[in-house]
């Protein structure tokens, strides 16, 4: 006989969607079914049952082949790689739960290390932009009862987020947007015709990289001022006409994603955003959001800012915290050749830095805690294979809007293997005998 | 001589890639997924090459062989995409600008066509980039 467990929550993406339900064997020791995920969400969940699946820790040999270890050889060597080295870095941090990171962040703070999450090569360029000038933002659960004016801009959750526009954002029908989408405008802004696009009641196909200058040109809209006649690739009337749509709503929200973040101007782009969203305030109330990636990469902005004072890019190595993205931030101190080890969990830099950042990663000593094999895997020394957090081990876990969920342990990991949190408390512990910690 | 052409490289999500990664990056399908360049029409016409043709991008940063297929969310003549992973990452501009962020989108690419280069899978192609030794 089966069971099916209801209001599970999916560690895909930022959403964080709760309404999942899972159907395992009556030992529940096997996942058999998923209903409700999007089909990346689903995907997750399967393959945490494949055949074909890592399950003890493997050292990279002299000759290039793997030779399986035991987690306390893989928790020594661990231990000593990041007491040896003078600059680690410890980068990762977004598909682990909250108590995992704070593990870590006592293992970075004794072995004075350089802390990072994957908001390097995500909104990290919005964090900047937070603390420049702040950010009016909600949840999501606003989102879904008043928002009427939505805007995705440089975002395609269609393809990112599948389930964000029918949990939140466009479709659902809320307290006071009782006809769900037919009660909402859309306004997308992408160089491309996206899924997304494709829904919405206007889409500004806007020329690659001049987000900056768009979003400077839509205040200008707004108070009615003199546009030339094209901005940004959009004819000016274009522009008015989703200027007028924004400052009718009675609630509206910007979603913005990679678009803005990766593109030239970074960090200035968002601070614009910023700056629109607060302009807008003076016709209606108007809100802006990330849209963030990984399902717990805010939680590890949270845990870090809790901990040390700061998001990302931390650096630890004089003992007590700097940050200064550009010189601490991980893709340059890869690229700078200044790390002398590399720490990885729950994050792929192997597949998701430039190139040039991966290179050095596989000339220093090296460890990899993920349960899949990855390219980071693939160019690390020690390949650590976990249980699957939100699926094989439960913990907290924080939506795109700051809001914590605790995730659900639905099924058991293979047999013999341990969880992030087990095998950190494993390494810190020996770092602390090595250390002389107390 | 060969042809190319030149166009702007954005990278980013598609939910092939999302359901790549979460079913095994080692596997036929990430590449499948992600070792492409979604071209618009009018490119891939200037460029004179058929839908799913190998192709080498190269930039400033790097080189790497990927199949030209039509544009899946266009028109967007003069922008190729490539979704995100270690092809798209072969070839991005790593600067940051004192950000911490790479240039991920607007990386300006030559594209021509290599009909009988292979495209590598994903583990192998940062294996072979970074000269890991593979048993």
Redesign the interface.
Known sequence: MTKTITDVICP?CGTLCDDIEVVVSDDGKQLLEVYNA???GS??FL?SQ?KDRVTKPRMR??????KDVSYDEAADYTAQMLAKAKKPLMYGWSSTNCEAQSVGNEIAEISRACCDNTA??CH??TL?AVQDIGLPTCTLGEVKNRADRIIFWGC?P???H?RHMSRYSIFPRGFFTGKGQMSRKMIVID?????T?KMADVHL?IE??KDYELLNALRVAFKGEWLPDVVAGIPKEKIREAADMMKSGRFGIIFFG??V????S??HNIDIAIAVTKDLNEYTKFSIMPMR?HYNVTGSGEVFAWQFGFP??IDLTRGFARYN???T????LL?RGEVDAMFTIGS?P??????????P???MPSVCIDP????TS??SKLHVPVAFNGVETGGNCYRMDNVPIDCRKVVEPPAGMLTDEQFLVMVRDRLKKLKGAA | MTKNITLNLISGRTIQQGVAIESGKEKPSYRTACGIIEMDNADLKALGAWKNTNVRVTSDHGSVIVKAIEATQGPHPGVAFIPMGPWANSIVDPNTYSTGMPTFKGTPVKIEVTINEPILLGIELVQIQCGVKVG
């Open positions: 895909f999007c089909v990346i995907e997750k393959h494949a040999q002299d000759d290039g082949t793997w390097a090569v990290g360029t900047i395609n269609a393809h990112a599948p160089p491309r015709v996206t899924d696009a196909q690659q990289g990679m678009g973040t990766q593109s030239l970074k960090n990636g990302y890019s993205p550009g010189d931030s991980s893709i340059d690229v792929d192997g597949a998701h830095f430039p190139i040039s950042a991966v290179k990663i596989a000339n899949h094999l990855t390219p693939g160019v």
